[in-house]
């Protein structure tokens, strides 16, 4: 019996195509727009924090037990090789990253500006923030700009975004032929050339020489170039003073704006000794192998029980919890939208089936007239519903998973003026996807649950109905 009933609704479906169409419509956009929205929500999330956690904070810091809440150079520690050794016998620790950070006055003549001064070793920063990836490749000075016009055919929309992208600097060629809109016909005739004359050539710095790494932004700020000379004054270990003039050996571009704009990145060893600070280190990083929040949990815990007392362990979302704040906030605001438009998604549907009950009133008189239980059409009917649910989730989830999975590959990246009011707010303009996790299935549940809400009308309608005045309809 209960097969036939299915057989049946599943017949009735296609009896009227169109009806079965705009209702199934409906929820399959519903599925598709929340899946997409979620998916970029949070994976614009998940960009943020990574931004963060890997240009600056790493996961997992070790430090004296003082220096989080007052940052001063007192408040340092010696590191001991005996305890490096039993942080990388863990598990999931690949590597430390020692740094020595604190804040200075940097002066290029008249301009002056407040910046973090960081040291570092080059070879182990690889592992976390990878600065030397960052190193400026490419700059699109006035002059590079007109020797480029003069030696190639350029086209007329590229000369256009040559000059609202001028003195821009880029790491590498991907997002330069994105920001000038080159396809890739464009791109073989003119990359070749916009590499010989936008070339812009930057140097190392190594441990015991003198040399600075400056954020791009800051040295547009003091108007520094590399060869130039920077000037850095602050308060040394035990309010001793910290000065120093340094060499710019290369310009980084770091993907968050507000570290871009004031970071100084010095040799470990010479930092230290500008600081007067000896061998003490502010911060000793844990690059580790899994990054989830449950393994970095983990590997906070077993460090906790190796360190020795007068350190502290504090894990990412510790040491950005301003950042967590905000974005659990925007997440919030997020879910609002999200509810917002499940609220217009549910009349949508409501709407759709109030519209399929009214039509199959009489439908539903004669079936009864004749001799059909209540009981058993209402179960058709539900059969029905529940049909036109399967297949508008379905299709919406095909449709939606492909659009997130290459959105994951080829997230959203703005351009032109709208990307410098994201960096202007302090943000990198781009938009990512996340990928396929068990949001979607919410998204999911959440739609046939509004298909089940929804099913209540017209079994109600058929349980109340009046036979002599549903024939008359």
């Known amino acids: 019996m209960v097969e036939k009933n299915i057989a049946i609704a599943w017949r009735n479906l296609w009896r009227n195509r169109r009806r079965t169409l705009i209702t199934a419509a409906s929820i399959f956009f519903a599925v598709l727009f929340a899946m997409v929205m979620r998916s970029l929500q949070l ?4 960009t943020m924090f990574r931004n963060a956690i890997e240009s600056y904070t790493g996961y997992i810091q070790i430090q004296q037990e003082d220096f989080w809440e007052d940052r001063t150079v007192d408040n340092t520690f010696p590191l001991e090789q005996g305890l490096e050794d039993q942080l990388l016998s863990d598990k999931n620790v690949i590597a430390t990253v020692p740094r020595f950070e604190s ?27 990878k600065v030397t990836d960052k190193l400026v490749e490419y700059r699109l000075t006035p002059e590079a700009i007109e020797a480029i016009k003069a030696e190639a055919d350029v086209p007329e929309h590229v000369a256009e975004l040559m000059d609202l992208f001028e003195n821009s600097s880029y790491p590498g060629t991907a997002r330069l032929q994105m920001d000038l809109d080159l396809s890739e016909d464009e791109a073989g005739k003119l990359m070749p050339v916009i590499k010989k004359h936008a070339r812009f050539d930057n140097g190392n710095i190594r441990m015991g020489e003198p040399g600075a790494w400056v954020g791009e932004g800051l040295s547009r700020y003091l108007e520094l170039d590399v060869g130039d000379s920077i000037v850095l004054l602050g308060q040394g270990y035990h309010a001793s003073t910290a000065a120093g003039k340094y060499v710019i050996r290369g310009i980084v571009k770091m993907p968050l704006p507000d570290i871009d704009n004031r970071i100084v990145y010095l040799p470990l060893d010479v930092c230290q000794g500008l600081y007067n600070a000896g061998n003490h280190l502010t911060s000793l990083t ?11 949990g983990e590997t906070a815990d077993r460090i906790r029980e190796m360190i020795p007392g007068g350190l502290r362990v504090l894990d990412w979302r510790e ?48 079936l009864v007239a004749i001799g059909m239980q209540k009981r058993k059409l209402a179960s058709i009917v539900t059969s029905e519903m529940l049909f036109l649910g399967l297949l508008g989730i379905l299709a919406g989830c095909l449709v939606a998973i492909p659009i997130i999975l290459y959105g ?4 959203i990246v703005f ?14 303009p781009v938009m990512s996807f996340q990928g396929i996790d068990t949001y979607l299935l919410w998204q999911a549940a959440i739609v046939a649950l509004m298909v089940m809400i929804a099913l209540v009308h017209p079994v109600q309608k058929i349980f109340g109905l009046k036979v002599v005045n549903a024939l008359r309809a």
Do not use: C
């Open 43 to 46: 994976g614009s999330y998940d």
């Open 103 to 129: 804040f200075a006055l940097a002066s290029s003549g008249p301009q002056t500006k407040g910046v973090l001064v960081m040291g570092i070793v080059p070879e182990k920063e690889q592992h976390l923030s």
């Open 286 to 296: 844990i690059h580790v192998e899994e990054n989830d929040k449950k393994a970095v």
């Open 319 to 366: 040491m950005n919890e301003v950042l967590v704040s905000q974005i659990e906030a925007d997440n919030k605001s997020g879910m609002i939208m999200i509810g917002i438009l499940y609220l217009v998604i549910a009349f949508g549907v409501f709407g759709t089936v109030l519209m399929m009950t009214a039509e199959r009133r009489r439908e539903f008189g004669v």
């Open 408 to 411: 994951v590959e080829h997230p």
């Open 415 to 428: 351009r032109g003026e709208l990307a410098r009011i994201w960096e202007d707010y302090g943000f990198e």
